[in-house]
Antibody, heavy 118, light 106 residues
Framework: EVQLVESGGGLVQPGGSLRLSCAAS????????MSWVRQAPGKGLEWVSV???????FFADSVKGRCTISRDNSKNTLYLQMNSLRAEDTAVYYC????????????WGQGTLVTVSS | DIQLTQSPSLLSASVGDRVTITCRAS??????LAWYQQKPGKAPKLLIY???TLQSGVPSRFSGSGSGTEFTLTISSLQPEDFATYYC????????FGGGTKVEIK
């Protein structure tokens, strides 16, 4: 059974850093496109970043230069390192799996809440 | 950067209605578009990918069409479990989402 479980969210002060994890089971993370999507309270979905199976990465303009996306193949886990956090980064962060560049995200985690506040 | 504009942002409908949601891209994206359904407090659910391909397990009352810059999601006969928010997402490099369409009970 495919499962994605996010962790690492919490309360962080503006300017701080946080690393989110997405532990995968039932498939191999390195064989798929893996993305992070966030949703601010009461708002719509916002794509954050994607890591292709090839290792290519893309980031939304809103986080470019402040975030890195990576994976640990030995742990079958995806990460999102977020630095210089701002109040507007407050959101539920989801990781999601894409089979390819045209098939959409077929599996999603339950999300982890990041709150940026002093 | 490509932008996706969904319309309407709010749609009031009744059970049994035929519902159509539109997603317009600021420039052509071929068929690289997906549709998702999201219910409160839950992760999104993939409905349609490659503009018109129904995801496995999704009821056939959902259908997608379009290519280039204009796409539609149609629910042929709205069911009680379909009241939710729907998002389009472009699948070419930057995986931008549209602003969402909330389908509410009329």
């Amino acid at each position: 059974e495919v499962q994605l479980v996010e962790s690492g969210g919490g309360l962080v002060q503006p300017g701080g850093s946080l690393r989110l994890s997405c532990a995968a089971s039932g498939f191999t993370v390195s064989s798929y496109y893996m993305s992070w999507v966030r949703q601010a309270p009461g708002k719509g979905l916002e794509w954050v970043s994607v890591l292709y199976s090839s290792g290519t990465t893309f980031f939304a303009d809103s986080v470019k230069g402040r975030c890195t996306i990576s994976r640990d193949n030995s742990k079958n886990t995806l990460y999102l390192q977020m630095n210089s956090l701002r109040a507007e980064d407050t959101a539920v962060y989801y990781c999601a799996r894409m089979s390819s560049g045209w098939e959409g995200s077929d599996y999603w985690g339950q999300g982890t809440l990041v709150t940026v506040s002093s | 950067d490509i932008q996706l504009t969904q319309s309407p942002s709010l749609l009031s409908a009744s059970v049994g209605d035929r519902v159509t949601i539109t997603c317009r891209a600021s420039r052509g994206i071929s068929y690289y578009l997906a549709w998702y359904q999201q219910k409160p407090g839950k992760a999104p659910k993939l409905l349609i990918y490659a503009a018109s391909t129904l995801q496995s397990g999704v009821p056939s009352r959902f259908s997608g069409s379009g290519s280039g810059t204009e796409f539609t999601l149609t629910i042929s006969s709205l069911q009680p479990e379909d009241f939710a928010t729907y998002y389009c997402q472009q699948l070419n490099s930057d995986l931008i989402f549209g602003g969402g369409t909330k389908v509410e009970i009329k």
